[in-house]
Nanobody
Framework: VQLVESGGGLVQPGGSLRLSCAASGFTFRNYAMSWYRQAPGNERELVATITRVGGSTNYADSVKGRFTISRDNIKNMVYLQMNSLKPEDTALYYC???????????WGQGTQVTVSS
């Protein structure tokens, strides 16, 4: 099983990034997918979640209207489009998979996002 994030980097405030997460080794369409983030000294927090077929999404209040989560069940990919980035969005961003009953969960290794001028 692998979740491999990519797309992080350094961006100026107000800029955009698109994170990608490539999934393999499990039946992707059976898992809800989420993005979490963790800044130094802070607990890991949920950023966004998308259901198994993408019919429903949820976002943290801090990113609503700026971030968009999406998935491609053919390519086994999940994405996080991040617009209007702020310095407080700086964190290590993780991809997370959970099946319906929560009995099977997986984490990626994370990709760093730094928002700074």
């Amino acid at each position: 099983v692998q979740l491999v994030e990519s797309g992080g980097g350094l961006v100026q405030p107000g800029g955009s990034l698109r994170l990608s997460c490539a999934a393999s080794g499990f039946t992707f369409r059976n898992y809800a997918m989420s993005w979490y983030r963790q800044a130094p000294g802070n607990e890991r927090e949920l950023v966004a979640t998308i259901t198994r077929v993408g019919g429903s999404t949820n976002y943290a209040d801090s990113v609503k209207g700026r971030f968009t989560i999406s998935r491609d069940n053919i390519k086994n990919m999940v994405y996080l489009q991040m617009n209007s980035l702020k310095p407080e969005d700086t964190a290590l961003y993780y991809c997370y998979a959970k099946n319906t009953y929560g009995s099977s969960t997986y984490w990626g290794q994370g990709t760093q996002v730094t928002v700074s001028s």
